[in-house]
């Protein structure tokens, strides 16, 4: 199972198997590479007086994610696929 900070099933549909890995594996990699990203930070700010840091980093860190998929799936090649698959009732 997935991390919780890595939602998979959220993900857009995969691309044709030959770039597949090449995405899975990228998107992994940077899963586990914010997750020691984020223990690490709970290890040096555990104390409760510096929770807003947690708090501040975690809040830039999905407003960056948030930003980077908007710019995605507003491509034009990307926005009719979108469309498309909500209107078959896909994923």
């Given at each position: 199972?997935?991390?919780a900070a890595c939602p998979a099933h959220d993900a857009p549909p995969?691309?044709?198997p030959p770039a597949a890995g090449t995405v899975s594996g990228v998107q992994q990699s940077l899963c586990?590479?914010?997750e020691v990203a984020m223990f690490g930070l709970v290890t040096v700010l555990h104390r409760p007086e510096q929770f807003h840091w947690l708090l501040l980093a975690s809040v830039v860190v999905v407003t960056i994610a948030a930003v980077v998929y908007l710019a995605y799936a507003l491509?034009?090649?990307q926005r009719?696929?979108?469309i498309q698959q909500a209107a078959e009732g896909g994923p």
């Open positions: 199972m997935l991390p995969p691309p044709p586990s590479l914010l491509r034009p090649d009719y696929q979108l």
